[in-house]
């Protein structure tokens, strides 16, 4: 097992390129997932927006309810009633929102005509889009005792709309999932784990069949009685091997930070998953190696590869913020598979049959992609192999 | 017979790399092939150790049709690479122990060959260091220990001794020359004649992919018409001493450049004798003089019309 120990002695030679990866890998793992908030869990918080209120109808009970109603919720900047003032306190962000009550809109509006407030906006703002709820609010509410008592006079209108908007229901979020913050946290970690693990592979694996694949040495390899075949053996069974190694290294953290949580079905299948990824990368480690000439663009390729593929495929970025293109893109990844089934086996409750299925279909396609790299890989090899010494 | 080599052609597109080249080397032979740069030896040697596909020809060692899977004949042989081929990342020990390895199963024996080699190209104190630490001359020395550690029959040298230092050059030259006492048949390439004339037994002579002359290094001699080159220190000269002299018995050609009669001889006896004469009998005074035999470049520079060197 000559070649497999050389190998290995490689290997080590590149330590200490790989163990920076490593230490990348623990500071994401173990301090970012620790202070990790899903964005799409985020407990809401209501902020006021800056406007000005401008009206034109004096003397209007029900305009000072709307203005009371929305100074709750808003605040008021005091900005002339100046059209060139009102555009640049907009433009400048001074204010997000300009509403202009008309001349005649409460008497309009009592007799049951069809009548609008009018508004400026900042375009794009989605804040404008709260301001537009809150006072469709006010005048909906308005319209409805308009519309069905006679005789109501507008300080009886304000006061029924202000008492009437004054109940707030209150909400109790009920969580199914009592680990549901621990599952999150785990999710985050195997998913950080892709980008290392893709990176130790490339590099570890690429610069140890680069050294092999030198011509001279290849040479003096080939002039020798050792068949092709066993050192191709030798040099698959310690690239196995040494992705093997490194994924129990890299699962291992897991096991000190979240303990028996680890022993459980879904800590097993998040185990599982990154084995079978990692022979997804293998499979391009191995691969990459036979392809990149220059030794020196094998740190380049290992970055570009395992920081590439994490980005579109949702490690750094929640999947949400990503575009359907991209994510297509992506899903030509093993990446984009192996964090799919972290995301499903992180929120399943209990194995559903539909879990079960699109978590076999992540790993099938993971399978693919080792099976097929390495192929290609071979068949490269062979290739090169054969213009050189065959063929007589 | 340890090598034969017949009608072997080795095109690179329209480059003819090898042509018709035919050779024999016999046990306990030191045969030398010599040419310049771009002749077609390393092709050569590497279409012999079938490391590259040839077009047409035959290779036999040890009698047997040579093939990439020919793993009975590849451990009779070693080979010493043009370049450094050696692991960056395993130390000088690790490096040969890896080729010796490679054909010696037996852990106990291996390791005595492996402290063999190490010890015969004299690079005991260096064993842990990493080729990278290694002089040019002692990476060279590491790159024989590791071609020759499992003791084989036939060693292929590829030009060993580029940029390499004197006192590694002259260490390399008597190790090969042990080696072949040892009972190692050698083939060794260069460009450098006098390596050659200094330890092959025989010699072929290669230009433009094939070999031009072949045969011991007197033999090569005979086969030109010129003979030494007599050397005068002379502090005058005029045209009618030089004529005088070109017209001598067995006279080719003189000259006189930077103080010094340049004659040369074709072959025939007593050509100083005669010149000497001729300067005493005409009282011209003249300082040292040499005499050198023909050199294997001179071989080369009159079978092809070039120097070895161009």
Redesign the interface.
């Known amino acids: 097992m000559l070649v497999y120990k050389a190998f290995f002695k490689i290997i080590k030679k590149n330590m200490a390129q790989i163990a920076i990866y490593f230490v990348i890998f623990l500071f994401l793992a173990v301090f970012l997932a620790s202070i990790y908030t899903d964005p799409a869990n985020m407990d809401f918080m209501e902020s006021k927006i800056d406007m000005v209120f401008i009206s034109h109808d004096k003397d209007s009970k029900l305009v000072d309810g709307l203005k009371e109603f929305i100074g709750e919720r808003a605040n008021f900047i005091p900005i002339a009633n100046d059209e060139q003032k009102l555009r640049d306190a907009l433009f400048f962000r001074e204010v997000e929102y300009i509403v202009r009550v008309p001349k005649g809109f409460t008497q309009a509006f009592m007799e049951g005509e069809e009548i609008r407030l009018e508004k400026t906006v900042v375009p794009g703002s989605a804040s404008s889009v709260y301001m537009d709820s809150l006072i469709n609010k006010y005048l909906n509410t308005a319209r409805l005792y308009v519309d069905n008592i006679e005789g109501l006079s507008q300080q009886q209108l304000a006061d029924y709309i202000s008492e009437d908007l004054s109940h707030q229901a209150e909400v109790l979020m009920l969580n199914p999932d009592p680990d549901k913050r621990l599952n999150e946290k785990r999710t985050y970690y195997f998913n950080y784990l892709a980008y290392s693990l893709f990176a130790i592979l490339v590099l570890g694996i690429s610069a140890a069949l680069k050294v092999f694949n030198q011509p001279d040495l290849a040479n003096r390899n080939l002039c020798s009685p050792l068949r092709l075949r066993d050192m191709d053996f030798q040099l698959i069974l310690g690239n196995i091997c040494f992705a093997i190694l490194t994924c129990l290294i890299m699962i291992l953290p897991s096991f000190v930070m979240y303990r028996g949580h680890m022993f459980t079905l879904k800590g097993l299948l998040f185990i599982l998953n990154t084995f079978v990824f990692s022979l997804a990368v293998l499979g391009i480690s191995f691969l990459t190696g036979n392809i990149v000439k220059s030794r020196n663009a094998i740190s380049a390729v290992a970055n570009v590869l395992s920081l590439g593929t994490c980005f579109i495929s949702g490690v750094f970025v929640p999947r949400d913020f990503l575009g359907d293109t991209l994510l297509k893109f992506a899903s030509l990844t093993p990446t984009y598979w192996y964090v799919k089934s972290n995301h499903i086996i992180g929120s399943m409750e209990r194995l559903k049959e539909e879990d079960v299925r699109a978590i076999l279909t992540s790993f099938i396609v993971m399978l693919v992609f080792a099976v097929t790299a390495f192929a290609v890989s071979m068949v490269l090899k062979k290739q090169k192999y054969m213009r050189q010494v065959r063929g007589f | 017979m340890v090598i034969k080599v017949e009608n072997l052609t080795k095109r690179y597109g329209d480059l003819i790399a090898l042509d018709n080249f035919n050779l024999e080397v016999n046990h306990g032979e030191i045969f030398g092939l010599l040419g310049p740069n771009g002749s077609g030896k390393t092709t050569a040697i ?1 279409c012999i ?6 077009d047409k020809g035959t290779v036999k060692i040890y009698n047997k049709p040579m ?3 020919a ?2 004949i ?2 009779k ?1 070693g ?1 010493v ?1 043009q ?8 130390t000088v020990y ?1 490096n040969v122990d ?2 010796c ?3 010696i199963k037996n852990k106990k024996l291996r390791l005595k060959l492996v402290e063999e080699a190490i010890d015969f190209v004299g690079i005991s104190y260096y064993k842990d260091f990493y080729p990278k630490m290694l002089s040019g001359g002692l990476l060279r020395r590491l790159n024989i220990a ?2 020759i550690a499992h003791q084989p029959k036939l060693i292929i040298f590829d030009e060993p001794t580029v940029a390499v230092d004197p006192q590694s050059r002259i260490n390399i030259l008597e190790g090969i020359q042990k080696l072949n006492k040892a009972g190692a048949t050698i083939i060794y390439t260069s460009h450098y004649m006098e390596e050659v004339e200094q330890i092959c037994t025989r010699i072929g002579i290669m230009d433009k992919g094939r070999i031009i002359a072949i045969g011991t290094k007197e033999e090569l001699k005979d086969m030109i018409s010129s003979g030494e080159k007599i050397t005068v220190e002379l502090f005058s000269m005029d045209n009618k001493i030089l004529e005088d002299i070109k017209g001598l018995p067995h006279i080719v050609s003189a000259e006189y450049r930077d103080n010094s009669l340049i004659v040369r001889s074709s072959k025939g006896k007593n050509n100083l004798v005669s010149v000497l004469d001729y300067l005493k009998s005409n009282d011209i005074d003249f300082g040292r003089i040499y005499s050198e035999p023909p050199t294997l470049n001179d071989v080369f520079l009159e079978i092809t019309g070039k120097e070895l060197r161009d």
């Open positions: 590497n150790l079938s490391l590259l596909k040839y093939a990439p899977d793993y009975d590849k451990e042989i080979l690479m370049n450094v081929a050696v692991f960056e990342e395993l690790e890896y080729f390895g490679l054909y590791c071609g």
